[in-house]
């Protein structure tokens, strides 16, 4: 079946540096591919997402790019901030009209100032 | 996009007893899904709701223990029977975007069993 391989955390960065959370994923056919996102006390958000490959979603200063060839979906941001303390989801969904959605394990972010 | 409302936000309930959880969507849509993130770990689907028909589980969920209603094309229930400690945990619904490129959350609920 379907799975999200995500970077394990937590991870601990300080304000401006570069951050790269990396994901990669085993699916059957051509998934969609999502971050989520889950700031302290809140719910679930949808950050980015890329639906074929060598799409890039971007949001907020993060990115990430659908790479078939390596089944891949790393989150990257050029300059963290405080605020980005939280913990991101890597998740797909199948594209066979089953919207369900297959998650990563989480990563905390935590940056400090 | 879509709007989800769920509630109750957060609920503290003894063992033994049952919690039925509300997840109301401002459009119609055809599937509504429900999963649980036990405490620390990653959000698990416990299964599909689709108006009409028995909801679709996944392997490890069962209906006696988690009876889910879908009455209509905006509404779900997810009930948690004789509950324990085990079932402490956040529960959310979703719900696809039209197009289906992506799913929109509720808040989630906060159960803790004691």
């Known amino acids: 079946g379907d799975s999200v391989t995500q970077m394990e955390g937590p991870v601990t960065l300080s304000e401006e540096a570069f951050l790269t959370i990396n994901c990669t994923y085993t699916a059957t056919g051509y998934p969609s591919l999502f971050w989520y996102v889950q700031y302290p006390g809140e719910g679930l958000q949808l950050l980015l997402k890329a639906t074929k490959a060598d799409d890039k979603g971007s949001n907020k200063g993060f990115e990430a790019t659908y790479r078939k060839e390596t089944t891949s979906f790393h989150l990257e941001k050029g300059s963290v901030q405080v605020s980005d303390s939280a913990v991101y989801f890597c998740a797909l969904s199948d594209n066979f009209g089953n919207e369900k959605l297959t998650f990563g394990t989480g990563t905390r972010l935590t940056i400090i100032p | 996009s879509a709007v989800i409302s769920q509630k109750p936000s957060r609920d503290i309930c003894q063992r033994g007893t049952s919690l039925t959880i509300q997840c109301q969507v401002d459009s119609q849509v055809t599937m509504m899904f429900w999963y649980r993130q036990q405490p620390g770990q990653s959000l698990t689907l416990i299964a599909t709701a689709n108006q009409g028909s028995e909801a679709t589980y996944e392997s490890g969920f069962v209906i006696d223990k988690f009876p889910i209603s879908r009455p209509n094309l905006t509404f779900s229930t997810l009930t948690v029977s004789n509950m324990s400690p085990e079932d402490s945990s956040i529960y959310l619904c979703?719900?696809?975007?039209?197009?289906?490129?992506?799913?929109?959350f509720g808040q989630g609920t906060r159960l803790t069993v004691v």
């Open positions: 979703s719900a696809p975007s039209e197009g289906d490129t992506e799913a929109f």
